[in-house]
């Protein structure tokens, strides 16, 4: 079975600076998807990034890029330029068939 | 709005009541979820339903009963809960796999 884990229950960021989130998963699949979501205290969960497991290439949405390390299973998301909004609860995900499996998620608060 | 409707936003139930958590999405997508999320804990994923089939249970106890009229609307019936069931329980729906599934706002269920 496909295993999520995000070391970080809580993380925190001076606003206008860089955080990066840690995020490993375990599995035996080539083919799969990748993906960062945010829930504010609003409960939405909210796509950010997403990162297909056949491209090299790290995804980058504006200030959100990630860091995919395919033979380390890795997946880390950075965030750049720190905004109040970012404050949220971020669980890194995994993609396999039909299946969405979660981390247990990494709490950032942004310090203004 | 992500186009994944859930209501109630909130619901208190007793141990002995019968209710329904509903789930409505508009977007197209063929494959909707029951997922829930209690604190501290991931998500956990409850069903699966594509093109309105079960595909998947994730050994759910019987006193949660999902149904799929069809595959805008997604139902979550209750029954005989008890404490241990309160959580928020999150609707999601997904296109292609690639793409991320999008969430509803959730219910927040509380078992009394």
């Known amino acids: 079975a496909q295993t999520v884990t995000q070391s970080q229950p809580e993380m925190s960021v001076q606003e206008a600076e860089t955080v990066t989130l840690s995020c490993t998963y375990d599995t035996s699949e080539s083919d799969y998807y990748l993906f960062w979501y945010k829930q504010p205290p609003s409960r939405q969960m909210i796509l950010v990034i997403r990162?297909?497991?056949?491209?090299?290439q790290n995804a980058t949405e504006n200030r959100f890029s990630v860091n995919f390390q395919k033979a380390a299973k890795s997946f880390s998301l950075k965030i750049s330029d720190s905004q109040l909004g970012d404050a949220a609860m971020y669980f890194c995900a995994y993609a396999s068939g039909s299946r969405l499996t979660f981390g247990e998620g990494t709490q950032l608060t942004v310090n203004p | 709005e992500t186009g994944v409707t859930q209501t109630p936003r909130h619901l208190v139930m007793g141990m002995t009541n019968k209710k329904s958590l509903k789930c409505e999405q508009h977007l197209g997508h063929n494959a909707m979820y029951w997922y829930k999320q209690s604190a501290k804990k991931p998500l956990e994923l409850m069903f699966v339903y594509n093109f309105k089939e079960q595909t998947e249970n994730n050994s759910v106890p019987s006193r949660f009963s999902p149904e799929c009229p069809n595959s805008s609307h997604l139902f979550l019936h209750l029954h005989t809960l008890q404490p241990e069931d309160s959580a928020l329980y999150l609707c999601?729906?997904?296109?292609?796999?690639?793409?991320?599934?999008?969430f509803g706002s959730g219910t927040r269920l509380t078992v009394v």
């Open positions: 999601a729906s997904r296109e292609r796999r690639d793409r991320g599934y999008t």
């Open positions: 990162q297909e497991a056949y491209k090299q």
